[in-house]
C-alpha cells in the first residue's frame, strides 16, 4: 500500500502533497541512509499505523477507559504490552508515549515526585553524546528538574565510571539518567545500576537507540537494573514513530499515572498498532542476525573510515553508530555532511567529545548501519560506503565527483531494496 508509487488516495485529494511523498520516496530508496536514528519501518507495520484505528478515543488503559467501544482497542493495545514486556523480559510496559520525549519527560514525573524536595537529574551532556531532553537547558526537563551533568573521559571519550560515580556522590541526584543520542559504545547498565544503588538514587535508562540492539541480544540491557527504561520505538527497533516505557512492578503505577493523565491524552492507536507488528517483528531470529549483522557493519564502518584516513571518536564502534571527526578529511561536520548528502549519503553534523567548535558548525559527523543493514547490506559493502564517505568529505569542492559516487550509492540502493518498499523501485527519474 505504500511503495512504488503515492497513494492513491491522497493523489486524488492532494495531487501537490502525493507529488511530494513520491519524491520523498524515490529521495529514501536511492539514498544511502546513515543517519542512525532511522529505519525503514515494514510494510505491515505502516499498514497497521494507516489504518482506522487513528479514529477511535481511548483515554485511560486497558478496561479502564472513560470512552466506551474499546472491545478491539484494549485487546490491540494489550498484544503490544505483552510483546514488550516479553521482548525485553520488563515487568511492566507503557506503549502510549507519543515519542521519545514526551516518554523521557514522563519518566521524569514518575521518578520524582511532585512535592519531593530533590529534583535532581544527573545524565550525560549533550555536547558528549546525551539528547536534549536529558535536562539541556532549552529543554523543559531543565525547567522542571534541576540538571546535572557527567561527561566522557578527554582522552579515551569512554564513558568513565569511576567518574560518573564521583559526580554522583558529589550531585546526590534523585535519578541518574544513563544512554546516549551519540556514543559508539557499549554502554555498562550494572555499572550504572551498582553507582545509582550506592548513591540512593533511582536509575533511567534511555534506550532510544539501541532499543532495537537490546531486543536482539546485540547490546548488553538495562531491563535487570533500571528502574525505569524509556525508548523510541522507530530508530533501530524499526517500528512506526512512536514511544515506550519499560519499568520494574513497583514503578508502574507511577509510570502510567504519568504518561496519562499525566503528561498526554487519548492514545494514538493507530501506532500502538503498528508497535505491535513491529514487536512480533523484533521477536524473530531474522531480527536478532539484523540486530548482531546491525553491529558487525558498524564496525566495518569505523574499520573503513580508519583505513581511509579519518580520525573515529575512541577508535570504533559496539553498537550501531559511528561518530567521526571531519576535521581530520579537511572539512568541518557541517561541510562533511552537506558533501556526503550531495553525494547519496545521508547523515548529520554532530559535536565530538570537548569539540573546538561551536554546535551550529561542529567538526563531527555521527552516522551509523541501522538502515542499510536492514536493506540487507553487509561487511564488505561498508568498507564501499567508508570509502565513498572519505572520497566524498575530502571532495567535496569537486561537484563532479560528488555525482560519480552519487551514481554508484544510487546503483548499489536499486541493488538492495529497501523494507516498506516491496512493491518496487521508485521512479530514479524523480531525483533528478
Ligand atoms: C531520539 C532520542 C530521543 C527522542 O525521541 P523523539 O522521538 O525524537 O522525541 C530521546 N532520547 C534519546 C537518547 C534519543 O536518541
Not at 147 to 174: G, N
Not at 306 to 321: F, K, M, P
Request: glycine letters at 8%.
Amino acid at each position: 500500500m505504500t511503495s512504488p508509487n503515492p497513494p492513491a488516495y491522497v493523489a486524488s485529494v492532494d495531487p501537490d502533497l502525493a507529488a511530494l511523498i513520491a519524491k520523498e520516496e524515490a529521495r529514501q530508496f536511492y539514498t544511502a541512509k546513515l543517519i542512525p536514528s532511522e529505519n525503514y519501518a515494514s510494510n505491515a507495520v505502516m499498514e497497521a499505523t494507516g489504518t482506522v484505528l487513528t479514529n477511535k478515543y481511548s483515554e485511560g488503559y486497558p478496561r479502564k477507559r472513560y470512552y466506551e467501544g474499546q472491545q478491539f482497542i484494549d485487546p490491540i493495545e494489550e498484544l503490544a504490552i505483552g510483546r514488550a514486556k516479553a521482548l525485553f523480559g520488563a515487568d511492566h510496559a507503557n506503549v502510549q508515549p507519543y515519542s521519545g520525549s514526551p516518554a523521557n519527560l514522563a519518566a521524569y514525573a514518575a521518578l520524582i515526585k511532585k512535592k519531593s524536595e530533590n529534583k535532581r537529574i544527573l545524565a550525560l551532556s549533550l555536547s558528549e553524546g546525551g539528547h536534549l531532553t536529558h535536562g539541556h537547558k532549552v529543554s523543559v526537563t531543565s525547567r522542571f528538574f534541576e540538571a546535572h551533568h557527567y561527561s566522557v573521559d578527554r582522552d579515551t571519550h569512554l564513558l568513565d565510571y569511576d567518574a560518573i560515580r564521583e559526580r554522583a556522590l558529589e550531585v546526590q541526584p534523585a535519578v541518574i539518567v544513563c544512554g546516549a543520542t551519540c556514543y559508539p559504545r557499549s554502554i555498562d547498565f550494572a555499572r550504572f545500576g551498582a553507582i545509582a544503588q550506592e548513591v540512593g538514587a533511582k536509575l533511567m535508562a534511555d534506550i532510544a537507540h539501541i532499543a532495537g540492539l537490546v531486543a536482539g541480544g546485540a547490546h548488553p540491557s538495562p531491563v535487570p537494573y533500571a528502574d525505569v527504561v524509556t525508548t523510541t520505538t522507530h530508530k533501530t527497533l524499526r517500528g512506526p514513530r512512536g514511544g515506550l516505557i519499560l519499568s520494574t512492578a513497583k514503578m508502574a503505577r507511577s509510570v502510567d499515572r504519568a504518561v496519562f493523565p499525566g503528561m498526554q491524552g487519548g492514545p494514538h492507536n493507530n501506532v500502538i498498532a503498528g508497535l505491535a507488528v513491529a514487536l512480533a517483528e523484533a521477536a524473530t531470529p531474522a531480527f536478532r542476525d539484523y540486530a548482531q549483522q546491525t553491529v558487525r557493519n558498524s564496525r566495518a564502518l569505523a574499520d573503513a573510515l580508519l583505513a581511509g584516513g579519518a580520525r573515529v571518536i575512541t577508535g570504533g564502534s559496539d553498537n550501531h553508530l559511528v561518530l567521526f571527526d571531519a576535521t581530520s578529511l579537511g572539512a568541518t561536520g557541517k561541510e562533511g555532511a552537506v558533501a556526503m548528502d550531495l553525494a547519496g549519503l545521508e547523515a548529520n553534523a554532530n559535536t565530538v567529545p570537548f569539540d573546538p567548535r561551536s554546535p551550529m558548525d561542529p567538526s563531527g559527523v555521527r552516522i551509523g548501519t541501522p538502515a542499510l543493514t536492514s536493506r540487507g547490506l553487509s561487511e564488505a559493502h561498508m568498507t564501499l560506503v567508508g570509502q565513498w564517505i572519505c572520497d566524498a568529505v575530502r571532495g567535496r569542492d569537486d561537484a563532479a565527483e560528488l555525482r560519480r559516487i552519487r551514481e554508484q550509492v544510487r546503483d548499489l540502493m536499486a541493488a538492495y531494496p529497501a523494507p516498506g518498499f516491496e512493491g518496487g523501485a521508485p521512479d530514479r527519474t524523480l531525483l533528478d
